[in-house]
């Protein structure tokens, strides 16, 4: 361990800027698909693919390399997520049809996963050598900036790239990015250890726990096309869900080295709890990235970078809220106030018609850059308390897959309502839906009397 401060900003910086990549590639492609769909001859629709193989890719990705961050070290999949990430870059940008896409976007959704799971390792571990007595909450705030509220960056950042030299460098401007991540990781991130032991593929197979991963991405898979089927359901792959969920459940009991801690799960009810309040209210932050934006575009006419420039400020919001909460390890109280803001703006949301004023609009956006900064920071300070080290790289990258399970949700019920036309009528439904899963998650968290706790007391080193 150097010297001096523990997390310089030689350590943190290919974190932060790897841990960017991720939700500005899932926004940014929005503004790209129509320049698409004419250059390849396809329908929109069509080209909404490169949006679903993302989702997906990282669904299952986020857990899985957090597994091989804690077995083989997490600088290794770090960088060879970047790489991955080089590679998807290179091929989008020289792309002639969809499938040439498809696959450049499922090898950005998986080298993009690599780098939150393992910079939470990483920084967990470097904490537990520094002998800290707390999170380090100003590091897991800077990381949670670049790791979520940059989501809503990629629509104007996007918009400008497509605008200026068109669709292909959507997918180009991976690559300087890759680079730069890729010599600061090599540079400033210190060696992993050595891993111990020559080993067969079958222990292998047995320390990553290859039958629960593909029982994970199966049942994953299953649900999530049954998200994106909506609202025309295809029932068959919730049924296929469920069974492949079962037995997933049935062997992870039963496996020595489980990738999906089952028991964990069962019996750590507090970090179950995170999950599921992350869900529910990325949900609702989401519906506004997809709803709102498109309700904006139908009925007022406006472009996506205008729409992309109007949130900005949400995001701007939520990012200046995220320090001085992380940076107090602060849990309880933003999480409420993330439910009640959540709730608030849900209720704005009704009362919004086709003539309402913009700065009704940017003041709904606003008041839910509040709810995206608290459940952001006292989620992921809860998580880190709430788990030992050995654990940090699953639960962590579980934790953004419960995050993509609600943003995903939250475009099938836009996709509900928004399917035939889009009204003020199907954004008031929408709101509704919002203002009870945003009263839910208030009760979830106000009952919730594990994160009462001190963080001082809850965190372990």
């Known amino acids: 361990m150097p010297s001096g401060n523990p997390f310089s900003w030689k350590f943190v910086a290919p974190l932060y800027m790897g841990s960017t990549l991720n939700p500005i590639n899932s926004s940014m492609i929005a503004t790209a698909l129509v320049p698409i769909a004419a250059f390849m001859h396809v329908s929109v629709a069509q080209t909404t693919m490169l949006v679903t193989v993302l989702y997906l890719a990282s669904s299952i990705a986020q857990p899985t390399a957090g597994k091989l961050s804690e077995e083989f070290g997490p600088r290794r999949v770090f960088l060879a997520g970047i790489l991955m990430v080089l590679l998807g870059g290179v091929l989008g940008g020289v792309g002639r049809d969809l499938t040439m896409l498809v696959v450049s976007r499922i090898l950005i959704g998986i080298g993009t996963s690599t780098a939150y799971p393992s910079a939470m390792l990483l920084i967990r571990r470097r904490a537990e050598v520094a002998g800290m007595s707390k999170p380090p909450g100003r590091v897991l705030g800077a990381l949670q900036i670049a790791g979520v509220v940059t989501a809503a960056v990629g629509l104007p950042v996007g918009g400008v790239l497509v605008d200026a030299w068109g669709w292909r460098t959507t997918f180009l401007i991976n690559i300087p990015f890759a680079l730069i991540a890729f010599g600061m990781a090599v540079l400033w991130i210190p060696r992993d250890a050595p891993v111990q032991g020559d080993m067969s593929v079958r222990d292998i197979f047995a320390r990553l726990d290859v039958t629960g991963i593909i029982g994970f991405s199966a049942t994953m898979t299953a649900l999530l096309v049954f998200l994106f089927s909506l609202p025309n359901p295809a029932w068959w792959d919730i049924c296929l869900a469920v069974v492949f969920g079962a037995a997933l459940v049935w062997w992870e009991l039963r496996a020595k080295r489980p990738f999906l801690d089952v028991r964990m799960l069962a019996s750590n009810l507090a970090l179950t709890r995170t999950y599921v309040r992350f869900a529910a209210l990325t949900l609702c932050i989401y519906t506004v990235l997809y709803g709102v934006t498109e309700w904006i575009g139908a009925l007022r006419g406006v472009s996506a970078l205008e729409t992309g420039l109007l949130l900005l400020p949400m995001s701007g919001l939520s990012a200046v809220i995220v320090g001085p909460i992380s940076k107090r390890n602060l849990v309880r109280g933003p999480l409420i106030v993330a439910a009640m803001s959540c709730m608030l703006a849900s209720i704005g949301l009704l009362f919004l018609t086709a003539t309402a004023p913009m700065m009704w609009i940017l003041l709904i956006t606003l008041a839910f850059g509040v709810t995206l900064g608290t459940t952001v920071s006292g989620n992921q300070t809860a998580l880190y308390t ?76």
């Open 386 to 461: 709430q788990v030992t080290a050995d654990q940090m790289g699953t639960a962590s990258g579980l934790f953004r897959t419960f995050g993509y399970i609600g943003s995903i949700a939250s475009s099938a019920i836009v996709e509900v309502f928004f399917h035939a036309s889009v009204s003020d009528t199907g954004m008031h439904r929408i709101a509704g839906i919002m203002v009870v899963i945003s009263a839910l998650a208030l009760l979830f968290t106000v009952t919730d009397g594990r994160l009462r706790v001190p963080v001082s007391a809850e965190y372990r080193v």
